[in-house]
């Protein structure tokens, strides 16, 4: 390496490296700015775009929040806080082993279904 000069020439590239390191920082950190502002923007809206009010989607928001039971404390019991209602509900009944949802939705399907075949019928030998 040379010997410094005595007029401070071997010194400017040490004070170059130093704005130049300065400069990528501060590039940098407004790049992470623009990100962040960026993301926080997306999500926002987002989530203002993905709120469901459809006749369906409030029918099973109501479907749940009857299901809940709010006066249990989720910290101490979450599954009673959860399905409380529902299980008070929707009793198991004595000839089954067990009651679910799908088994509920099962059993509306079949009554649906035999009313369709008691109408079409009734229709079919009227006409």
């Not at 749940?64 to 009673?80: G, R």
Request: proline share 5%; with cysteine; hydrophobic share 45%.
């Amino acid at each position: 390496m040379s010997e410094p000069a005595a007029d401070g020439a071997a010194t400017l590239p040490k004070r170059f490296r130093s704005r130049a390191l300065l400069a990528v920082l501060i590039f940098f950190i407004l790049l992470s700015l623009l990100l962040l502002i960026g993301l926080i923007i997306t999500l926002t809206v987002r989530n203002e775009e993905d709120i469901c009010l459809s006749q369906q989607c409030i029918k099973t928001a109501s479907v749940i929040l009857s299901s809940m039971n709010a006066t249990a404390d989720p910290c101490v019991d979450f599954y009673e806080f959860a399905c409380g209602n529902w299980i008070k509900q929707h009793p198991i009944p004595d000839d089954a082993p067990s009651v679910s949802n799908f088994e509920n939705l099962g059993q509306d399907l079949e009554f649906a279904l035999k009313g369709c075949f008691i109408y079409c019928s009734k229709f079919h030998y009227t006409h």
